[in-house]
């Protein structure tokens, strides 16, 4: 709509101006017209004034004068007459004469030229014209006569002319607007939108066919498109009719047209329903309107993948400023907004339960239980009571989402909502749910200090599947019931049976949308780190969240390890640690934040040289997209975490490499590490051992690179997060 006003605006401006132009030019002409008559006019009657004033001066006659100026003004309604001697001085004038025009009618000059002159002036608001002619006795100049006539008619008769014709215009504007908008609305931009809602179904895949537009400016246009859909649809015929083929050789990649068959054959149309406190898309304002962004989180990148692929719709806290004002009345949008393939449903959440669940119990209480960082765990009883009416409020919600919903799929994520599963088991026995536990669980003595341990086991067996990345997490959580809840235990398959309920505990480690084994396999561009103000041989990096988890502060003593023992990387290595700026509402990542800041800070100010600095730190949000070509031409991406659920950044950094190339370093505390055999494992802890891993991948041959990442690039295409959410999804469906 913007687009058609500023067409309909830009038209009305040039008609506006041209019209404008026509009146200005009629607006001169009027007024020369009526400046001539009303010149030609006084100057006859100032010819025939001057015959009746002449003997009267003459006679040197001053009463006389006057009488008869008076008079001639009154019956032909002039604003004044003047008469002037030989000198230049008035003798007699008519009453209430303004007094601008002695001072404007120049006498000598038309005494001593014997020529009559006339001006316009303007006196208390009026516009008057002054006529003077000379007095003569015979050929001899013996004075002058002025008269002042008022001319405010030409003011008027201007003032007629721009009247008629702006309301001409404003006519004509307001019928050539009206068309404009018809034709540009019906001819141009509603066959474009219907063609462009068209092209987005076709591309989503949810368009039989393209709409028919009507006319000749758009049939070939709609041709084209229509050849293209049914190439598309013929295309997307194959891709599906393959994928439903390797269905069950799970030797081949999964892919998402291949897990959306997965669905169709497994579901039988059955809706799934995700439940997160992260949403996938997040609305701001911004100065042109309102923009819309993905945050960086391994969960959404997981997720998202998984959402395009299977529709349905998710469920999660809405926090961007801009969020309301995307959402239905319901608190609903589809998404993603280029191309919607299912629904996202906002809740909004108080500062205050913020504060107290989200920043609070779950993390400054679950997060540091389950990290087992050295970073003490605050319980605190209203932080907890805010937290079970947080999780009532998803409940509720959900609860109404899968009303009419038979068999609900439910696919609840991480440790936000351990409740969450008894809440829609208590009310609907038939949804069949699963909740996936995105960080490590902790030993079963490690979570016996929490003062609510109870209840939050409890929570997660109302789920039918209850998935970790590893066995180990999967192997304490078992241990942790068995310790906390009374429960029957069937190691065999991993199960927990309580109140005639039973819970399968399994292993799903989450990877990648990585899928064909080939990304960009043109080389590295290298010159990409120069807006970084990186210019050295070699260059490591590092993307991180700032959390303690993630081993910041570690990663920096290790780069100093490095150059004390390895001064030769001293001005030729650089280490660019990507790390966006926190939220204000978790404190304690925030002075993290800050502590890492101050050790990079340290590191640089004892190895810097000429310009040279050996970490760089990108505090600022980087897309995916802009993430890749850094991945693909760095020479080691090294991966700390001190504790990590999995870290998906490490085989990010594998799928990237399409070149082969590079070399990971990567944390024993984390899940990626039992995968991705082809890196360089470490214990972050020791700055000694780290240091060591990074000079072995810069100065590993280019072979033994290949070689260590193929090996890691067949991991992870082999086990990607479509084929992760099609054995997590079948471990709940097949429960039912």
Known sequence: MRQIWLITGGAILAFGLMVGGFALNQANQEEIELSSRMQSRTQVLADSLAESVGPSYLANSTTTLHSIINRFVSNERLAGLVVFDNAGAAVAQSENLPPEVISNSDIEAVMDSDEPDGVYIRSAGENLYVHTIPLHDDERVIGALTVVQNATYIDE?????????????????????????????????????????SLRSLRAGTAPAVEEVSGLLWAPLTNEIRKMNASLRQARNTASEEARMRLEKLDTPWTAERLKEFIKAYLKERKIFIVSQTEPYIHTKAKNGIRYYMPASGLVTALESVMEACGGLWIAHGKGDADRETV?????????????????????????????????????????????????????????????????????????????????????????????????????????????????????????ICPWRKEILEGMLGADIIGFHTQQFCNNF????????????????????????????????????????????????????????????????????????KGLIERCRA???????????????????????????????????????????????????????????????HTHEQLLPLYRAADVCIVTSVHDGMNLVSKEFVAARGDEGGTLVLSQFTGASRDLKGALIVNPYSAEETSEAIHMALAMPREEQRTRMQSMRNSVKNYNVYRWAAEFIKAVASLG
């Open 328 to 448: 239905d009345a319901d608190g609903k949008i589809r998404v993603p907004p280029d191309e919607p393939k299912y629904t996202l449903k906002r809740l909004w959440l108080t500062d205050d339960e913020l504060k107290k669940y989200y920043a609070g119990f779950a993390n400054s209480a679950l997060w540091p239980l389950c990290h087992t960082v050295h970073v003490r765990p605050a319980f605190h009883h209203d932080e907890w009571l805010e937290y079970v009416k947080v999780n009532e409020k998803f409940a509720r919600a959900l609860l109404k989402e899968i009303e009419h919903t038979e068999r609900p799929v439910i696919l609840i994520q991480d440790f936000h909502f351990t409740l969450l599963p008894r809440l829609i088991k208590k009310h609907r026995p038939d949804a069949q749910i699963g909740i996936f536990w995105h960080i490590p669980w902790p030993s079963a003595e490690s979570f016996s």
């Open 157 to 197: 008769g201007i003032r007629q002319v721009w009247f008629n014709n702006g309301s001409r215009l404003l006519l004509q504007i307001i019928l050539f607007a009206g068309t404009v908008l018809l034709l540009v609305r019906f001819v141009i931009f509603k066959p474009l939108a219907r063609m462009t809602e």
């Open 478 to 549: 078992i241990e942790t019931v068995n310790k906390e809840v009374e429960s029957l235990t069937d190691f065999e398959h991993f199960a927990i049976a309580r109140a005639g309920h039973t819970s399968y505990i399994k292993p799903f480690p989450i990877g990648t949308a990585f899928t064909n084994g080939t990304t960009d396999v043109t080389p590295p561009d290298r010159s990409i780190f120069e807006k970084y103000g990186i210019a050295t041989k070699y260059v490591g990096i590092g993307v991180d969240r700032t959390d303690y988890i």
């Open 559 to 621: 780069v100093e390890f490095l150059l004390d023992e390895h001064p030769e990387y001293v001005g030729q290595f650089t280490f660019l640690q990507i790390m966006p700026p926190v939220s204000k509402s978790t404190d304690i990542k925030a002075r993290y934040g800050e502590e890492v800041k101050r050790e990079i800070a340290r590191v640089n100010e004892k190895f810097e040289t000429g310009g040279w600095k050996p970490i760089v730190l990108a505090n600022t949000l």
